[in-house]
């Protein structure tokens, strides 16, 4: 089934212990990307991935490192967490040449 | 892009025709209409897009008027399961430029509610 796969769904960490989520599609897209959402902020995008090797920053960067190293993966480390990045966040692809993301179910991240 | 603006919420009874107004007054001629959706705390999906006719596909309709200010996401026969948040998304879309990294601005949406 073509998916994009979000590790954990669920996640309470302490502040300062660096983590990571991991993100892999299996559709060959190139595009990837990483948002937040947060209540009455709607979905923020936080880093974005046009293709291996080929990374840049969102609207809300701060606090975060991605990496790109296969076309499948994109994951999502947080260096030193702190409880200001306590969200839900999705990870999303889409294929060059066609208009639709597809999006990750998401995981809720709770740092205290 | 341009500003949407939606409704914040709608009700719509089960079997009956969902329909979903957006405003982009301020579109540009080469700006396309995305419409995603939201169930509760699941990841947005893809609903349909278009440009400046109508498109059909086998989730809704996409009526865009023909100044291009406005536009309506037609839901033909709405289930309990179509209750989500839908996100109304006008943007450049740069599809077949190598290259193209600008990335969906989500608002605050409508908030559809389908009644038994």
């Known amino acids: 089934e073509a998916q994009v796969t979000q590790n954990p769904r669920y996640l309470i960490t302490v502040t300062g212990k660096k983590l990571t989520v991991t993100c892999s599609q299996n559709?060959?897209?190139?595009?990837m990307s990483w948002y937040r959402q947060d209540p009455g902020l709607g979905l923020r995008q936080i880093y974005y991935?046009?293709?291996?090797?080929?990374?840049d920053k969102g609207d809300v960067p701060e606090g975060y490192k991605v990496s790109r190293k296969e076309k499948r993966n994109f994951p999502l480390i947080l260096e030193s967490p702190s409880p200001n990045q306590t969200s839900l966040y999705f990870c999303?692809?889409?294929?060059?040449?066609?208009?639709?993301?597809?999006f990750g179910s998401g995981t809720r991240l709770t740092v205290v | 892009d341009a500003k949407t603006t939606q409704p914040p919420s709608m009700d719509c009874a089960e079997g009956r025709a969902a329909n979903l107004p957006c405003n982009h007054s301020?579109?540009?001629?080469?700006?396309?209409v995305y419409w995603y959706r939201q169930i509760h705390s699941q990841g947005p999906q893809y609903i349909i897009h278009?440009?400046?006719n109508n498109e059909t596909n086998e989730m809704a309709s996409l009526i865009i008027t023909e100044d291009r200010k406005s536009s309506t996401l037609i839901l033909p026969h709405a289930t309990l399961r179509d209750t989500a948040v839908y996100y109304c998304?006008?943007?450049?879309?740069?599809?077949?430029?190598?290259?193209?990294?600008?990335?969906?601005?989500f608002g605050s949406g409508t908030q559809l509610t389908v009644l038994p």
């Open positions: 999303a692809s889409r294929k060059q040449g066609v208009y639709g993301y597809t």
């Open positions: 559709m060959n897209h190139e595009y």
């Open positions: 991935s046009m293709n291996v090797e080929v990374t």
């Open positions: 301020t579109i540009s001629g080469n700006e396309y």
């Open positions: 278009g440009l400046k």
């Open positions: 998304i006008v943007r450049v879309e740069a599809v077949l430029l190598q290259g193209s990294a600008r990335q969906l601005t």
